[in-house]
């Protein structure tokens, strides 16, 4: 009995221990749907923008990091903490993050800030103290690359998630898009990590062209085997973001998820100083780049235009 | 301390919520022997059909009913499995359970929100009645209160009912029941069908008070049932004096706060759940020490 009650203090001075700290300032609870180059970059770029705006972290506000390890129940619990703690601001970094601080905001109307949400309209994310900004790919783009470098081909394959909402909607416009620039889509959609690679030997089988990425979490992040696979085929394969062309894409155009969120940092610092969040529009990115890497374009054979090799970024310097 | 309470207030609502899908598995997993893998599918179930529902403007204590019965029929059919085709307890669940992903899908699609102006549970009569102009957070603590309590006691009721102990019964010793002339199948299914409506009951509450359905919620909650039925069972559990179905909600109220607990801790966020494991291990391991003592 004696060792019961010693654990239930323990477990009252943390909570009241925590409680201590950090009392009268601002305060901004983040919470990041998982691990991913692509958050990460969203979530130190935020910190940037915040910056470039005035807001240092440690002298001008303090940051509670939180990473949901892709599981909603915890980003719930994460983002109620925030509320808890009465947070100046929440920021939900992808759609679930996101959508879990918006409930935790539902009744004590903090603000929150949203980073890389693909349809904010559709998950409800338009309504009450809430702005952010919105990642959409640039489907036109990537086609127009995909067609300067490989001039004779005819199809894409494509390998997305069912259940992601972003991937679904993205495959959709590469339907509708891929006609203008004569590709034919040949997509699979999975709903585990471990199809992936199953998918991407069906593809390869039906002669596909090339690959090209979206931003979905599960395929990006098995993305090194899919390149194995690829790579042993000769087969190209455009990223949807620069990380994605570091690790071996042949080129790609994409978002650069720093500067979304730096973007979103700017947004913050409005509110900060005193802006209503509902009174702030939710921003789209338009801006993206294209990005080639010279290597992985050698070992394939492939002709690098000089219009393309122009303006694009070369991520091997 | 307005934080320590306030944390306190938010661990408690998620335990209760979740308490509710505890008492589904405690059901299969610890009376009636079935590691019942339909709660990842059926979870989601109750979730999907609640979010369409509400968003067409149904009363959100019918949507609940309407996901309860989602989710039975969810444990019809694993049961049917089992028992009639004699499929593998494990496998008849996965059947189940990957059907039900493509359902869930084609319910509700990938993401699905509720609009802020919808009505839930907590916002719309009877709630508004009763608890006044009270802060939502109170609201969704006394209502899921008085839920999870509900849900409780109408077990305890059941499991003393002829049907109840035969449930147990079927579990314990089937041999025993068949010799009996009693079909133990139909038990079974019952038990199954029982469990899957709770889980989904929580899907749908999970839904109601997150105001969002995504197809991967139900991925894990499996094993954070087991995992709270076991730390409930460990933890409380003393000869028989506390009911399973206290245990499993003491459970998980336990883990929820296991949770919180490492998310306050303010580690590295990717040591979340390495600290989530450790929580466990000392619970399993002080509950274990104290069971010998006592022994």
């Avoid at chain 2, 319910?107 to 929100?113: D, K, R, T, V």
Wanted: aromatic letters at 8%; a negative charge; charged letters at 15%.
């Amino acid at each position: 009995m004696k060792k019961y009650l010693s654990m239930v203090l323990a477990i009252i001075l943390i909570f009241a221990l925590s409680g201590c700290s950090g009392e009268k300032k601002v305060l901004i609870g983040l919470c990041q749907y998982g691990e991913h180059p692509s958050l990460d970059n969203c979530r130190l770029g935020f910190i940037e923008g915040l910056k470039e705006a005035g807001f240092s972290e440690g002298s001008d506000y303090s940051l509670d990091y939180q990473n949901g390890g892709f599981d909603d129940a915890v980003c719930t619990q994460i983002a109620q903490g925030f509320a808890a703690e009465g947070c100046t601001l929440m920021v939900g970094v992808a759609t679930n993050a996101a959508l879990a601080c918006y409930a935790a905001s539902e009744d004590n109307d903090t603000p929150v800030v949203f980073v890389a949400v693909s349809d904010p309209a559709g998950s409800k994310l338009t309504e009450g103290n809430i702005t952010g900004t919105c990642d959409k790919l640039p489907v036109a783009a990537q086609l127009e690359l995909i067609r300067m470098l490989q001039p004779d081909a005819e199809t894409i394959g494509i390998i997305y998630t069912v259940s992601e909402t972003n991937s679904v909607s993205t495959i959709k416009e590469y339907e509708k898009t891929a006609p203008a620039y004569g590709f034919r889509i040949e997509s699979i959609g999975v709903s585990a990590q471990s199809e992936v690679t199953l998918a991407v030997d069906t593809l390869i089988n039906k002669g596909v062209d090339c690959f090209s990425n979206l931003t979905d979490n599960n395929v990006v992040g098995v993305l090194d085997s899919i390149l194995e696979k690829t790579d042993a085929a000769s087969i190209p394969v455009y990223g949807s973001e620069v990380e994605q062309v570091k690790k071996g894409c042949a080129a790609g155009a994409g978002i650069d998820y720093y500067e979304l969120g730096k973007q979103t940092g700017r947004l913050a610092a409005r509110i900060l100083n005193g802006e209503k969040a509902e009174d702030i529009d939710f921003e789209t990115i338009e801006n993206y780049s294209v990005y080639i890497n010279p290597d992985k374009i050698t070992v394939l054979n492939m002709a690098l235009p000089d219009d393309v090799a122009q303006k694009a970024v070369d991520v091997t310097k | 301390m307005e934080r320590f309470i306030n944390l306190t207030v938010s661990v408690l609502t998620q335990g209760l919520i979740y308490s509710i899908l505890t008492y589904g598995v405690y059901i299969t997993y610890k009376i009636l022997d079935f590691p019942d893998l339909t709660v990842d599918g059926s979870f989601p179930l109750g979730a999907a059909v609640t979010a369409v529902l509400l968003d067409k403007g149904i009363d959100p204590w019918i949507v609940l009913l309407i996901a309860i019965a989602a989710g039975a029929a969810s444990g019809l059919m694993t049961g049917i499995i089992h028992v009639k085709f004699k499929v593998r307890d494990l496998l008849a669940g996965i059947i189940t359970m990957t059907a039900l992903f493509s359902i869930n899908l084609q319910i509700a699609g990938s993401n699905y929100s509720v609009a802020r102006t919808t009505p839930t549970i907590f916002t719309g009569f009877p709630a508004t009645v009763l608890l006044g102009t009270a802060p939502l957070p109170v609201k969704k603590l006394v209502i899921f209160f008085i839920i999870a309590l509900a849900i409780k006691l109408l077990l305890d009721l059941y499991f003393r009912t002829k049907a109840g102990l035969l449930l147990i019964a079927s579990g314990d010793n089937e041999m025993f029941v068949t010799s009996l002339a009693v079909d133990t199948g139909k038990a079974k299914i019952m038990g199954i069908v029982i469990s899957d409506a709770l889980v989904a009951l929580c899907g749908a509450l999970v839904c109601q008070e997150q105001r969002s359905f995504s197809a991967t919620m139900g991925t894990g909650q499996m094993v954070f049932a087991l995992a709270a039925v076991i730390i409930g069972l460990t933890l409380f559990k003393k000869a028989g004096s506390v009911k399973g179905t206290t245990c499993a909600l003491a459970g998980s109220v336990v883990y929820k706060a296991c949770i919180q607990l490492a998310i306050l801790f303010g580690l590295p966020a990717n040591l979340l759940k390495l600290v989530t494991a450790v929580l466990f291990l000392g619970i399993l391991i002080i509950g274990k020490s104290r069971e010998e003592r006592n022994a």
